[in-house]
């Protein structure tokens, strides 16, 4: 990756962590650097410019997994399957930080460290789906083998993603921003009134929401961009031996 | 009678790292019976899985053309019968019932008589209702041999053909290898130099590391 | 016609060679009912929500599932059988017949559930049965579909027992969650309409997992 990217990742990341933690939160904020208070978020909102990108990175972790792995079907060019398993091994650790900040989060704002509304079960059937493909991984020998079997399942976990968009509304009612709620006055199931994570941020937050959004995805970038290519020297060292 | 040509073109196979043979070319038409050499371990058998379609090759192409018209892999097991080693017949079942079910399988419209000739082709029709896994190693080849002829197959893939067999045994294969279907394919994998009688060209896949032999 | 003969024969093959020898399907049973019996002990004398016992209901049968159906794949490839079969017939069909024999097998073994769980537990009432059949038969269909492309895929690894369930688990997930909520309306009474978007899911799960599986099966199976 290019001197370009790096000192841009360097920027943009020391900006996040400043802006992210320092900037007070404040009831009616009157300059540029103060947050507004968002009542039962108070100071943990902060929390939001590094939970969410873990979240999204382990999202774009697996598209790209997989991804490779198709282009490994097709060409059966071993260096797709090394650009696809690292990419799944960060997607496993960014999955694991996006549970883990994100329990932390829930602990914090109501109560318990585990709800089982419908984000939380996403990312922990993610988790799941993450764990398996490594399972099936290192149960397969041969690397034609292991590289074939393992695109294939990510492919097919892939599929059941959508069932789970439909059902989880219709299942759970939920605690997370954004998700349903019952309605005090009528009992019906509704949308819910919580702005967070529907983007009533404010404009400095969100500024540096979006920068931390992209320096955590450049970063992403960068090490799997680095441990595929370790992969491959790896193979290359052993061919010739 | 049909007309069968395979086509192998720069066939190469590794397994993890290790290369098997690369760069194998050769042409063979209706009539051809073909011996297929090398050291233990030198890619016979792997080969022989290609052509056989149950395998994947790692680069190169090979074509089963019928008539001019190419078969599909995942149609070769129509025109190939394979013998091998490591071909496993399902044991908790008879001769008789092996058959019977592939040929339900296939799809062929094969009377009961027609499995009965076949059994005592191979010599096996006093045993028909045993169970195969009561056959010694020799019965269980030419129960191999039963199941590869059963479908009058375009392309004879046999890999250690005299393996487990008695005299008459040998008998046999000798005389389903001359007398194969003379617009049919014979490829025969071994390590005996008595069964390189079997075929008019003969190659040496030791050869095939990494030369850029044609044939 | 021909192509529904041979898929046919290549499920009763695996349907005669399990009734002879019978080793599956005996501690298939047997799961089953020590599964059931462990429930039952469990509850002892307490009486469970009635909503509990949707979930529990599915939930014995998929693991019963992982118990039974991946024999179909990993039995062939343990006995070295793969290699005859792949010589008889096309990847597609190989596939079908297996899916038979397993969605056969799955009808068996969640009927035997079904009725323990009725005649067992006083609170599993069902009572709109339109609603669980349809269910019941969808969800079998699905739940047969998915194992057995996932079979398909362990029984070409080491550790097959254990891996079978974790692999399974998060593409069966959807499927056992859309029944669990089926069912529950089941015994709620409420009438069918009320889980027509559940079934749509469900019709749409079954359509998509049994296409996905008949594309890649010849990639998986292949070696």
Known sequence: MNNFWKILLFVLMTIVLLAGIIPPIVDNPKSFFEFPLIPGLEDKAKIIFFHVPTAWLTVIAYLVAMFYGIRYLRKKEIYDDMKSVSAAALGLLFCILATVTGSVWAKFNWGAFWHWDPRETSIFILLLIYGAYFALRSALEGEEKRARLSAIYSILAFLTTPFFIFIMPRLMIGLHPGALEIDPSTGEIKASANPVIKFQMASNMRIVFFMSLTAFTILFFWIWNLTHRILRIEHKTKQEL | ?215 | MNEFKRVFYIFYKDFSSELRMRFALNALIMFVIVAVSTILFAIGSERAPQNVYAGMFWVVVFFSAMSGLSRAFVSEEERGTNLILSLLANPISIFLGKFLFNLILIFFINSIIAILYLTLFKDFIIQNWNSFLLAFILGNIGIAGSSTIIAAIISKANVRGTLYPVLAFPVLLPLILMLIEITKSAIDGNPVNDVSAEFMVLISYDVVMLTASILVFDIIWRD
Do not use: C, W
């Open chain 2, 1 to 215: 009678m049909n007309k069968i040509q395979l086509r192998v073109r720069e066939l190469k196979k590794t397994f993890n790292n290790r290369l098997v043979f690369n760069k194998l070319n050769f042409d063979l038409n209706s009539g051809d019976r073909f011996v297929v050499t090398g050291k233990n371990g030198s890619g016979k058998s792997t080969l022989i899985k290609i052509l056989g379609g149950v395998l994947t090759e790692t680069a190169g192409e090979i074509g089963y053309f019928v008539d001019n018209k190419k078969i599909d892999r995942e149609n070769f097991y129509k025109i190939v019968g394979l013998v091998s080693p490591y071909l496993v017949l399902y044991e908790e079942f008879t001769a008789f019932e092996n058959l019977s079910l592939f040929s339900k399988i296939r799809g062929l419209k094969i009377s009961e008589t027609q499995i009965n000739e076949i059994l005592n082709r191979v010599g096996l029709f006093e045993r028909r209702n045993d169970f195969v896994r009561t056959y010694s190693s020799g019965m269980k080849q030419r129960m191999k041999y039963a199941s590869a002829i059963l479908h009058n197959p375009l392309v004879l893939l046999l890999d250690e053909p005299n393996s487990n067999l008695d005299q008459e045994g040998k008998n046999f294969v000798d005389e389903l290898v001359f007398n194969f279907r003379k617009d049919g394919i014979v490829i025969v994998a071994t390590n005996e130099t008595q069964d390189f009688k079997y075929g008019e060209k003969i190659i040496n896949l030791d050869e095939y590391k990494n030369s850029n032999k044609t044939f």
